[in-house]
């Protein structure tokens, strides 16, 4: 499977008034895993949202290998091989395990409506295909006992494994990950780091992780982008970027704005953890988990 690059270049998005990126680039490597961090607010969501098509950029571009994707609708760019999980868990909670991650395989799937239906034998072979790589990718993501399980019954670190598992079967060259241990507990984090890491390293394919865990960023992470209000402040090894002085006011500012909102109870902008913190929840911890 060959891994394109991904471009970002300048590429701005407004919402009436609200600059929400302001020409913002950076380049995720092949194969390389790459981490865009910022303080609340600074543009994280809003630069995954524009890769994935859900949001229309106002100008820049993105180039995925010959593709540009901005034009394009997401179920478009899922088809280039650009999976993403999501902040929040977007699963059916009443099927089973084996059920979400056969939806990841959708867009996979050749026969059509009418063959699946009279389970003509073609459709038939392709559904044992597509059930066999859901095991493999069950097995890897450490699900394998649990494919019969429905998803709301499992620990919300479960979850998560299976919303990561379902964007692999979708046999990504390129994984959006969007806050991937928010909510979760240390063991829990430890594991998905690890998996993280795993995929990197048997798989081959581009990482581009937004995360508020700086320990986590700083320790996978190859390459780091970090934004402040939408804009572009700092790019490149994580050691560099976490003794840049623009990172560093950045996240202290947040710091500062938060204990002034705290003094009148206003909720307000929030860092996500010094840069330099080495993962250590303090008081400047974010407060966005997933409920
Ligand atoms: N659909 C939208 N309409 C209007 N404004 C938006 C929209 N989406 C995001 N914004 C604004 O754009 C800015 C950037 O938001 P974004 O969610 O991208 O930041 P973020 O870095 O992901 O923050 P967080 O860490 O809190 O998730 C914010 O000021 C936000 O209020």
Known sequence: MSVPRLEVLDVTVRFAGLTALDTVGFTVEPGSLHAVIGPNGAGKSTCFNVLSGVYRASSGSVRFGEAELTALAPHRIAALGVARTFQNIALSPHLSVRDNLMLGRHRLTRAGFLAAGLRLPSARREAAEHGGRVAEIAAFVGLADRLATPVGLLPYGVQK??????????????????EPVAGMNGGERRDMAELIVAIRESLGISILLVEHDMG??????DTVTVLDFGRRIADGPPDRVQRDPEVIRAYLGAAAENTDT??????????????????????????????
């Open 161 to 178: 494994r299976v919303e990561l598992a379902r964007a692999l079967c979708m046999e990504p060259r390129l994984l959006l990950l969007d």
């Open 216 to 221: 986590m960023v700083m320790r996978l992470a």
């Open 262 to 291: 705290h003094a009148d109870e206003t909720p307000g902008r929030t860092p996500a953890g010094s840069p330099d913190t080495g993962g250590t929840p303090g008081a400047g911890e974010p407060r966005k988990d997933v409920s």
